[in-house]
């Protein structure tokens, strides 16, 4: 079902920012064995796939932060576990990543704006984005997006809107007439803070985190969100 707290005019967006974990791919499996292994490196117990999930979304160092708990305050310990799991994940990060079905057709969908022009798309991850372009190009998603950014591309992450905005000055494209895409409060509070219109989906890994920060449009499935641009 398409949750609509405020609509939007689908012929005037002119450019769609999509987030990449749990939105555009479901990485969930290869991210649970990569912090898990990063875990045992530094000789600490391993964490339930479910909890892992959850810490998904605000990069790397708070993902291995949140999983260490009350040693996040440990700095050696941190840099010792990320390290450990950039490295880990780097070389597998395509083992079991695959992307959500009718993802694709969404996307070629979407890319074809109702008055005929083509829509701009981007991805703006807080991957790395190094692991993030090697992903989106060897899973088939490269032909669809004209930039890929992580998030190292920046000197902040999202919710920051430094990425959105570079993102829409390189495009020629004004706040108002563009969206983003994510399943997270990170995604909704980076469109905010960059003007642009929102919207959640509840497939990915955070939906409990929109509770508390909805979206313009809520969809449940990538038909839904294909249709709701079209």
Not at 79 to 98: N, P, V
Request: net charge negative.
């Amino acid at each position: 079902m398409i949750h609509v707290r405020r609509s939007f005019d689908p012929n005037a967006i002119r450019f769609v920012i999509f987030d990449l974990d749990g939105t555009l791919i479901d990485s969930r499996l290869d991210l649970v064995h990569s912090v898990n292994a990063a875990l045992r490196h530094i000789e600490r117990p391993e964490l339930p796939a479910d909890v892992i999930a959850s810490y998904v979304g605000d990069g790397a160092p708070i993902l291995i932060q949140r999983a260490l708990g009350g040693e996040a305050s440990n700095e050696e310990l941190v840099r010792k576990g990320l390290q450990f799991f950039l490295s880990y994940y780097r070389e597998h990060k395509l083992d079991h990543t695959t992307v959500y079905g009718g993802v694709k057709e969404g996307l070629t969908m979407i890319q074809r704006a109702a008055n005929g022009a083509p829509r701009a798309m981007a991805v703006l991850s807080n991957k790395p984005v190094g692991p993030s372009r090697a992903i989106v190009e060897a899973l088939g998603l490269g032909r669809f997006f004209a930039q890929v950014y992580g998030g190292n591309s920046f000197s902040t992450k999202k919710p920051n809107p430094e990425g959105a905005r570079k993102l829409l000055e390189e495009n020629g494209v004004r706040p108002e007439h563009a969206a983003i895409v994510g399943d997270s409060y990170v995604d909704v509070e980076t469109g905010r803070n960059a003007g642009m219109w929102t919207v959640a989906v509840n497939y990915g890994f955070a939906p409990h985190t929109l509770e508390n920060c909805p979206p313009d449009v809520q969809v449940d499935t990538p038909g839904e969100l294909a249709q709701l641009f079209a």
